[in-house]
């Protein structure tokens, strides 16, 4: 473990904004008013986030901690003077989106002289920091994921202060002067290679909470981070080495986080990790916790005795209640699980917590052992149904999503088969699937990498083609009940309906009565949400909805989302 200095990068003070630098607050005392000195311009920064979950968490925080220091938010990239790009490192195609944008922002930056560029997130590796700045040419300051906390500080704008009362993620206003000091972020050594360390994180973001340096996304659905980094084995990812050995937060901490959003109505919470149900093995034991001993039924044993879990917190946070006595929290989500620890505490705890929503994201990636062997998942095929039937068992109707990459090095057409029977055999409701892509430094680029770029699209293709056939006719299971949705999207009037929303393909055919094919009752508008099982629902109603959960009777299915009418 090391820590260091923080070096800062100089902000030249970018031209005075069009509404006029921030006005100084008159002096009580006139003779102090000459030496008050001149407020230097706050940069207008813009966040541009790629990738998962939690960068989408921590481009809240990186947001947040910016605004508390009085900077505006820019409309978009190219009305900012600081730009802050939290980069997603598991696919090439990821990396490349932000490098094929090296050349506009060097236009951005020569017509706007002050513009500064941070590159932070997955892309950010401590051993890849020399290679870095010939691959982003046009960045000014890299900070991996565990040093976003410094942003401010880096960015030399610790000593701005924001106005008073800016308020917390969850509304409550902040403690008067509550500068929060950053924990510095420091490196720690895995397999010979040094990486990120996660060990401040759970602290800072306790701090960012506490001091209102939370910007939410949303006003309905609020990400939670319990859990950093990764101390999984998986040869082909790289998140191990961005963002390091796995790091829980402390037990209360994220309860009282979950009961603040609540407090600030909030609808649903989903608690996030790159290993969520791994939470807290690496926390002290506790007497309160003698209860938790359940051992791993695949991968390397922990030792988890005393010692709070995934289980746990769910029914901490299920069991805090409202004014009126209902749920706090009435929806409970979290992602993403790793198959080592689906254990039967939490399967227990996902079916008696009424909070909790019947949607599991437990990512497979192949559906060969062999294959499974070479990416480091230790576990088999037979643990991962063993696990499946246990919770379909349990959660009848729980909607399953995964992971899958296709063409990993050395898969065969009979391996590749092997991964379609088991999509026909678990019938997913939804499959995450790409091809795969050597990442530089990961265990795996010692393989070859020998299925043709061609042979792993048209494998994709089929894959997709699969799959799309498997979650149409789960969709159409659906026709006809009665879904609770969490209405959280006013979608924008369209002049004609061929394209579903979020850019998907348009679906082949709908199956059922379209609710959008008459026109909408005067004042109602095009809405959309999610049910519990984490389907995309469109519908029509007032847009006063948006915020409300809501039962919706499905009438019409395509292979993506469901369309229906309020019941
Ligand atoms: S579990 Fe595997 S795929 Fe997931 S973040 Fe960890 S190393 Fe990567």
């Known amino acids: 473990m090391t820590s260091r200095h923080l070096p800062v990068l100089d902000l030249a003070p970018p031209a005075v904004a069009p509404d006029g630098p921030r006005p100084a607050a008159a002096a009580a005392d006139a003779r102090?008013?000459?030496?008050?000195p001149v407020d230097q311009a706050l940069p207008r920064f813009w966040v541009w986030t790629l990738g998962c979950q939690m960068n989408k968490s921590d481009s809240e925080e990186m947001a947040?901690?910016?605004?508390?220091?009085?900077?505006?938010?820019?409309p978009g990239m190219e009305a900012a003077d600081l730009i802050v790009i939290n980069t997603c490192a598991i696919r090439e195609a990821a990396e490349a989106k932000v490098i094929g944008r090296q050349g506009a922002l060097a236009a951005l930056k020569a017509a706007n002289p002050a513009l500064r560029v941070v590159l932070t997130g997955c892309a950010v590796r401590e051993r890849d920091r020399a290679g870095l700045r010939r691959r982003f040419p046009a960045v000014d300051l890299f900070l991996r994921p565990d040093e976003e906390p410094e942003l401010v500080e880096r960015l030399g704008l610790a000593s701005a202060q924001g106005p008073v009362g800016l308020g917390s993620g969850n509304g409550a206003p902040n403690p008067p002067g509550s500068a929060v000091a950053p924990r510095t972020a420091a490196t720690t050594v895995v397999k010979g290679v040094a990486v990120s360390a996660a060990d401040h994180l759970a602290g800072s973001r306790a701090?960012?909470?506490a001091s209102g340096a939370v910007r939410r996304e949303s006003a309905v659905a609020a990400w939670l981070p319990i859990i950093y980094g990764c101390d999984k084995t998986c040869t082909y990812c790289i998140v191990p080495f961005s963002?390091?050995?796995e790091r829980s937060r402390p037990f209360d901490e994220?309860?009282?986080?979950?009961?603040?959003?609540a407090a600030a109505g909030y609808r649903e919470i989903t608690l996030l990790g790159q290993n969520v149900n791994s939470y807290g093995h690496d926390l002290p034991a506790e007497a309160r916790f003698a209860h938790v001993a359940e051992a791993r039924r695949a991968g390397r044993q922990i030792d988890r005795a005393s010692r709070p879990d995934l289980a746990e917190l769910i029914r901490a946070i299920d069991a805090l209640r409202g004014p009126d006595g209902g749920l706090a929290v009435p929806r409970l989500r979290f992602i993403t699980s790793h198959p080592w620890d689906l254990s039967d505490r939490l399967v227990d705890a996902m079916a008696e917590a009424?909070?909790?929503?019947?949607?599991l994201h437990l990512p497979v990636q192949s559906g060969d052992d062999e294959v499974l062997h070479r990416m480091g998942r230790q576990y088999s095929i037979a643990h991962y149904e063993e696990r499946l039937g246990r919770i379909r068992g349990a959660i009848p109707g729980i909607a399953v999503s995964t992971d899958v990459i296709v063409g990993f090095c050395g898969e065969t057409e009979a391996q590749f088969a092997s991964t379609l029977r088991l999509l026909e055999t678990i019938r997913y409701e939804q499959v995450f699937a790409a091809a795969y892509s050597p990442r530089p430094g990961t265990p795996a680029t010692r393989l070859p990498d020998d299925v043709p770029a061609a042979v792993k699209k048209e494998r994709l293709n089929r894959l997709l083609a699969l799959q799309e056939e498997i979650g149409f006719a789960r969709n159409r299971e659906r026709l006809g009940s009665v879904a609770s949705v969490l209405v959280d999207t006013l979608e924008r009037p369209r002049g004609h309906d061929h394209a579903e929303e979020g850019g998907e393909p348009p679906p082949p055919t709908l199956a059922g009565r379209d609710p959008f094919a008459a026109p909408l009752p005067d004042g109602w508008v095009r809405l959309a949400g999610r049910s519990r099982e984490n389907r995309l629902v469109h519908l029509a109603g007032p847009?006063?909805?948006?915020?409300?959960?809501?039962?919706?009777?499905?009438?019409?299915v395509g292979p993506y989302s469901l369309r229906g009418v309020l019941a």
């Open 243 to 245: 963002r390091g050995p």
């Open 254 to 261: 994220v309860v009282d986080e979950a009961r603040a959003l």
């Open 64 to 74: 947040g901690r910016l605004l508390a220091t009085g900077c505006a938010e820019a």
């Open 354 to 359: 009424p909070s909790v929503c019947a949607a």
């Open 207 to 209: 701090d960012a909470v």
């Open 543 to 556: 847009a006063a909805i948006v915020g409300s959960i809501v039962d919706v009777r499905i009438e019409a």
């Open 32 to 36: 102090v008013a000459e030496f008050r």
